[in-house]
């Protein structure tokens, strides 16, 4: 059962010149998707043109709270027309959401709360960066009123959190945080979170598994981030593996299904 990369910046610098050998390397791993999350409007061009160069790769569009001060409100209005023409490989709004440690907080609210209604009016999953923010986050989805499919990627956060989100129905994004000794409330709410509700990803070229040297982060390290899981779980690796599947194929609502091991 193939591994998918749920959310990764293939488009970032850091790939160029490597994405060729890169791809090689992905389908010799068994990984034979990936999604592209767009950050902010100048690169949602590359987003774009990156995910047309080779198959199986997807993208979603979105403004990121670090970047929120690069835009001025009709970038809204553009996004949600760049999303509505999109072929069939852009799957969802993305990446948004908050971060306690960059910018002001109310600031990016406004910008989160406004792409959480865009997402939800043009029926759209949402992809969501939270730091430090989970709470915020889940009250944002529920004063909306956002019943789509939602991932709080590479989540890090409490065993609380994790399980007010999974109940409301929001898939937590399972990176390289897990690798290290010192993310130990991270790692018992993976554990103990619903296997239905993880998603698996990289977040390259940022948030390197341990041992990795800072910005040189791969896709080619999810299989990596999955060994980690697989000892976190009292599941089987191959049960693991096709629930992981499932879960980012009802995330991104791709048609195929997937064979219940």
């Known amino acids: 059962m193939n591994l998918v990369d749920a959310h990764c910046h293939f488009d970032f610098p850091a790939f160029d010149n490597e994405r060729d050998s890169i791809m090689a390397a992905l389908a010799k791993a068994g990984v034979d998707r990936m999604v592209i999350p767009g950050v902010r409007q100048a690169d949602w061009g590359q987003v774009a043109s990156t995910a047309a160069s080779h198959e199986g790769l997807y993208y979603c569009l979105g403004i990121h709270p670090w970047f929120i001060d690069e835009h001025e409100r009709p970038a809204l209005d553009y996004l949600a027309q760049e999303l509505r023409a999109a072929p069939r490989n852009c799957v969802g709004l993305g990446e948004c959401g908050l971060d306690r440690l960059r910018g002001s907080l109310d600031k990016q609210q406004w910008w989160f709360e406004a792409q959480v209604e865009l997402a939800r009016d043009l029926d759209l999953p949402l992809v969501i960066h939270s730091v430090r923010t989970n709470d915020e986050v889940f009250d944002t989805l529920k ?63 940022d948030m390197p598994p341990a041992g990795v040297e800072k910005g040189r982060n791969s896709p080619t390290r999810l299989p990596e981030i999955l060994s980690a899981l697989v000892k976190l779980r009292p599941e089987s690796e191959d049960v693991i593996r096709h629930a992981l599947r499932d879960n980012v194929y009802r995330l991104y609502r791709w048609r195929e299904s997937v064979d219940k091991p």
């Open 143 to 205: 004063k909306k009123r956002f019943q789509g499919p939602a991932l709080v990627h590479a989540f890090a956060g409490s065993e609380q959190q994790a399980r007010k989100l999974t109940e409301f129905g929001i898939f937590l994004g399972v990176s390289g945080i897990i690798t290290y000794d010192r993310a130990r409330k991270t790692t018992e709410a993976i554990a103990s979170a619903p296997l239905s509700s993880l998603i698996l990803e990289t977040d390259a070229p």
